[in-house]
């Protein structure tokens, strides 16, 4: 498990693909893993932004700059939703 920061914002971030949302009471609350992206993906929106799962998943940990748009974050099974850090991989843009 890593604890990131983003844009304020503190995140609990599992391996298995969870992530969990520290609130303003100081509870976590788990963010729901469903497509909500028009093309199957999972964003999760932080200060009107909105950031992939997997790619979140990456920076946690596979090393990866949140903000890089030089890589895609794909998915070995061809599931979306699946964003265990096993099931991810990086494929440079170019």
Partial sequence: MYR???DG???KVYSDGSIF???KSNNW???D???NHIKGYNVILINKK???RSKIIAFAFL???LYDTTFFVCHKDMNKLNCNEDNL???NKK
């Fill in 9 to 11: 914002t503190e995140l």
């Fill in 21 to 23: 949302r520290k609130m």
């Fill in 33 to 35: 893993n469903k497509a």
């Fill in 4 to 6: 990131v920061e983003i």
């Fill in 89 to 91: 991989y990086i494929k």
């Fill in 29 to 31: 609350k788990e963010i």
């Fill in 50 to 52: 909105q950031y992939m």
């Fill in 63 to 65: 090393d990866k700059d």
